[in-house]
């Protein structure tokens, strides 16, 4: 009798967990966009939140952290970090934010994971960008956390910040880590040689952000609650320009809503 009280307990003790798991949003925010993102989270799930700060803080200067990140990417330098206010150990789901540098996560993440544990843990990637990195900055993260659970993430243009509410409302909902239905979006239907009036679209859409320059040669199209939202496959001709392949193609994200000029959302390489 003793042995299958103290199993039941055990269950109970095992059910209450998962569903009320300990929840920590710890982020790294260089210009403040990431922490928008983080405070927003934070605020939803009511979660613990925690920063990641480098002891030698990067520069204001866009330019000079350009240099900076390059060099260390290059070198594969760790920046030191200071002591977190919290142990990663004590919680179940760690969200984990910070800002896309050249394509991944910022170099103060890169230290975090080479130095902390996160074994057992769920990981929820979160990120601010110029154009996209939400991908392969979770790809990075998984190659790292061999011994955690990384889930798909949710990130979003810098440009787009105001949109970040709405969208985390959404993505959390679907997630399941606060109640409430989701929108559900048809799939994209299959991809087509561009039209004129796409490819207007997509110019409008991409067409003054430097760090683009594509053609669009196929896209498709769905209808979204703010309109319509386009996927482009395009051509990445700022790569043939520096010598690279012609041929290199990225999936550009466009969302077209009335009565206002179409924005690139991001883009997937």
């Not at 009320?20 to 210009?31: E, F, T």
């Not at 920046?79 to 969200?95: A, E």
């Not at 810098?158 to 949109?163: F, H, L, N, T």
Request: glycine content about 8%; aromatic content about 10%; some cysteine.
């Amino acid at each position: 009798m003793k042995k299958f009280l103290l199993l039941a307990l055990t269950l109970v003790l095992a059910l209450s967990c998962n569903r009320n798991p300990k929840i920590l949003v710890l982020y790294y925010s260089q210009g403040g966009k990431t922490e928008t993102v983080a405070r927003e989270i934070q605020q939803r799930l009511n979660a613990d939140i925690a920063t990641i700060e480098p002891v030698e803080a990067y520069p204001a200067d866009f330019q000079a952290t350009v240099a900076r990140g390059s060099k260390e990417m290059e070198e594969g330098f760790l920046p030191d970090l200071m002591p977190l206010d919290v142990k990663i150990s004590d919680y179940d789901v760690i969200f984990l934010g910070y800002p896309i540098w050249f394509g991944t996560y910022a170099r103060p993440i890169a230290t975090l994971l080479a130095n902390e544990s996160f074994k057992g843990k769920k990981v929820v990637p979160f990120c601010t960008f110029g154009s996209g990195g939400l991908e392969t900055s979770e790809a990075d993260i998984r190659a790292k956390l061999t011994s955690a659970k990384v889930l798909h993430g949710y990130g979003v243009r810098s440009a787009r910040i105001d949109a970040a509410p709405a969208e985390i409302d959404q993505f959390l909902k679907a997630g399941g880590f606060i109640p409430g239905e989701t929108v559900k979006l048809q799939d994209f239907p299959a991809l087509h040689p561009v039209s004129e009036e796409e490819a207007a679209i997509f110019e409008k859409a991409v067409g003054d952000y430097p760090m683009i320059r594509a053609k669009a040669t196929k896209a498709a199209s769905r209808p979204v609650p703010e309109g319509t939202e386009y996927v482009f496959t395009a051509r990445d001709l700022l790569s043939a320009a520096t010598g690279g392949d012609l041929k290199s193609e990225m999936k550009i994200y466009v969302l077209a809503t009335d009565g206002q000029d179409p924005v690139f959302t991001r883009v997937s390489r």
